[in-house]
């Protein structure tokens, strides 16, 4: 459906899009695409996200113009008030019915202070996080300082709730569970003929998203291997006692770095479920990347996940933490494989709440525009 245009700006999104990397600016891209079928959007970007001392790797891949906006604005230098305000005076005379915020880390905090206390229009925060994932110290005074400005706020799981509502009891918010990625398909999907058992860890390592955990449980799956694919940024180190034991050394493939968007499609493509063994969570991008291919996922009951998953049905629950646990509910999956469960019919039946219009209608209904 092409893009509605009546003369009048009715929704200003503002957030990284195409070429920022990562899955904020896939998500911001296919939100802009969705909105654009219903409303007259704009799109405000960076001219700079992230100064080059806090973020040395390439911020920018052209791979997958998918999701690119044809009309975005590269406007916004995170680090420049002056360029905040002046960004701020032009969204405000075109005087846009709602603007729309991408909030995920603090960093952000100071660049988003300034803008939202300059414009004129209400502010409806998308929070993918409410509190950063790895907390420091002034993270809830800084995400208190800004989200207060919000008039509107879009949560993706009770968790995020609960956090919202820890510094903005009178919070006007809605949960939308976050919507599946299938932008990333290149092609059709090559259906998985050998008989190997392979699972996939997708995405940035960190300590919370249980790696550690992972390849602890599959020590005692001789028959089981394992793709590691994402950014190590640089402790790859702590994993290799693991890596390199006599139980794993054979069976764990690993690619230690940025997967760009055009290669992502080869990842899924050869596993049987993606593993989320988050040790803590509020929700995550990968569950949808995997939901996107039809994969079913191996998660925690951690944060937002449960809330995603369908134990049995799209993937399988299991406790944070725990190598055994994890190992059983591997060892389950493969049971309901070989029973014949259809894991990805019930991807599709399921699919219909995590839809980008099924986003799109709570912004409107929550922020009360109308359709054009």
């Given at each position: 459906?092409?893009?509605k245009k ?64 044809d ?31 991408q ?22 925060f ?21 989200l ?16 919202l ?8 918010y ?24 392979r ?12 790696l550690?955990?992972l ?7 001789p ?8 950014d190590?940024?640089?402790t ?20 230690d ?17 993606a ?6 969570a509020?929700?995550?991008g ?69 839809s ?17």
């Amino acid at each position: 459906m092409p893009e509605k245009k009546n003369g009048k700006n009715r929704i200003t999104v503002i957030g990284p899009v195409y070429p920022f990397k990562g899955g904020i600016s896939h998500y911001t891209g296919l939100l802009v695409k969705s909105l654009k079928e219903r409303v007259s959007v704009r799109t405000v970007s960076y001219k700079m996200q992230y100064p080059k001392f806090l973020f040395k790797k390439e911020q920018r891949d052209y791979g997958n113009d998918r999701f690119k906006i044809d009309d975005a604005r590269f406007l916004i230098n995170t680090a420049n008030p002056f360029n905040i305000i002046r960004t701020a005076g032009i969204i405000n005379k075109e005087k846009p019915e709602l603007v729309i915020i991408q909030w995920w880390h603090p960093y952000f905090a100071p660049c988003y202070r300034i803008l939202t206390a300059f414009l004129k229009s209400p502010v409806l925060f998308i929070c993918h996080n409410v509190f950063p994932h790895e907390r420091f110290i002034m993270d809830r005074f800084l995400t208190k300082l800004t989200l207060k400005k919000g008039d509107f706020f879009i949560l993706h799981s009770e968790k995020e709730v609960k956090e919202l509502k820890s510094i903005l009891p009178e919070a006007k918010y809605r949960v939308n569970m976050h919507p599946t990625y299938s932008a990333f398909k290149t092609g059709e999907i090559r259906e998985k003929k050998d008989r190997e058992k392979r699972l996939l860890f997708f995405g940035l390592v960190r300590p919370y998203k249980g790696l550690k955990v992972l390849l602890m449980a599959l020590k005692d799956l001789p028959d089981v291997k394992l793709t590691v694919a994402g950014d190590f940024g640089g402790t790859r180190e702590e994993y290799e006692e693991l890596l390199l034991s006599k139980e794993l050394k054979d069976r764990v493939r690993v690619y230690d770095g940025y997967v760009p968007d055009n290669e992502i499609q080869g990842y899924f493509e050869d596993c049987d479920a993606a593993v989320l063994p988050y040790i803590d969570a509020t929700q995550s991008g990968i569950a949808q990347v995997a939901f996107g291919f039809e994969k079913p996922v191996i998660a925690t009951r951690v944060g937002g996940l449960p809330e995603v998953v369908r134990d049995g049905e799209t993937g399988i629950l299991t406790e944070a933490g725990n190598a055994e646990a994890l190992r059983e509910g591997i060892e389950r999956f493969y049971a309901l494989m070989d029973s014949g469960t259809d894991f990805k019919a019930n991807i599709r039946n399921d699919s219909g709440r995590f839809s980008w219009d099924h986003l799109s209608d709570t912004i409107f209904e929550l922020a009360s525009i109308k359709a054009d």
